[in-house]
């Protein structure tokens, strides 16, 4: 156990809804991540925030948005959702932005 | 375009066998980590190297970082069907957001 929580674990929607992810880091970890593990593109960053602020962007779509709240938490939202968005959907935290970081479980998101 | 490239893509041996996966790049590294993924669960760090030349080893697996940090390989001693899993490279540039970039995996199966 990672100590990074995710709900939910899975999720099926259809195509053109939206959908949140939520993410509870480690204790005292105040950088989290969010990563799309997709078998034809691998694991892919999208996002990075720390304390509350966006760090660093990745191959995140305008479709997507996170945030990170004054608890630490933080949330993927996905909207508009496509076939192609179907994938397992990960958070990581790290203590700081160059620390270890810890992947949770996962969301698997399937899109019919 | 994949910036780190893993070999074998799949690998499926018996057990007590010895095996290698690489982990190359056209790129310089200020590190290089390995994760191993089991199946229902998120990567988990196995080690970081980051000087050029560098071997390190993790009871029966050893690691090697190139001279010029562009590449990478995980040596597997003695196989055990314990050791199956998803083993992914991710490299981290100097200079940047540290966010590590993943390789796309080596899926290897330990038969007993």
């Known amino acids: 156990d990672s100590g990074v929580t995710q709900t939910p674990k899975h999720l099926i929607t259809a195509t053109g809804q939206r959908v949140t992810l939520r993410c509870s880091p480690r204790?005292?970890?105040?950088?989290v991540y969010w990563y799309q593990q997709s078998l034809d593109q691998g694991l892919q960053f999208l996002i990075q925030?720390?304390?509350?602020?966006?760090?660093a962007k990745g191959n995140i779509l305008e479709r997507f948005s996170a945030q990170q709240f004054p608890d630490l938490h933080s949330e993927l939202n996905l909207s508009s959702l496509e076939l192609g968005d179907s994938a397992l959907y990960f958070c990581?935290?790290?203590?700081?932005?160059?620390?270890?970081?810890?992947f949770g479980e996962g969301s698997w998101l399937t899109v019919v | 375009t994949q910036l780190l490239e893993q070999s074998p893509q799949f690998l499926s041996i018996q057990e007590g066998e010895n095996l290698t996966v690489y982990c190359n790049s056209s790129?310089?590294?200020?590190?290089l980590q390995w994760y191993r993924q089991e199946p229902g669960e998120g990567p988990v760090l196995l080690v970081t190297?980051?000087?050029?030349?560098e071997v390190k080893k993790l009871k029966r697996l050893t690691f090697q970082f190139g001279d010029a940090r562009k590449d990478s390989s995980l040596h597997i001693t003695a196989a055990q069907p314990g050791d199956t899993g998803l083993y992914l490279c991710?490299?981290?540039?100097?200079?940047?957001?540290?966010?590590?970039?993943f390789g796309r995996g080596t899926s290897l199966i330990v038969h007993p």
């Open positions: 990581a935290s790290s203590v700081d932005p160059v620390g270890t970081i810890y």
């Open positions: 204790s005292g970890d105040l950088s």
């Open positions: 925030y720390y304390n509350g602020e966006e760090r």
């Open positions: 790129s310089v590294f200020s590190s």
């Open positions: 190297v980051v000087t050029g030349g």
């Open positions: 991710a490299g981290v540039k100097s200079g940047g957001s540290y966010i590590p970039t």
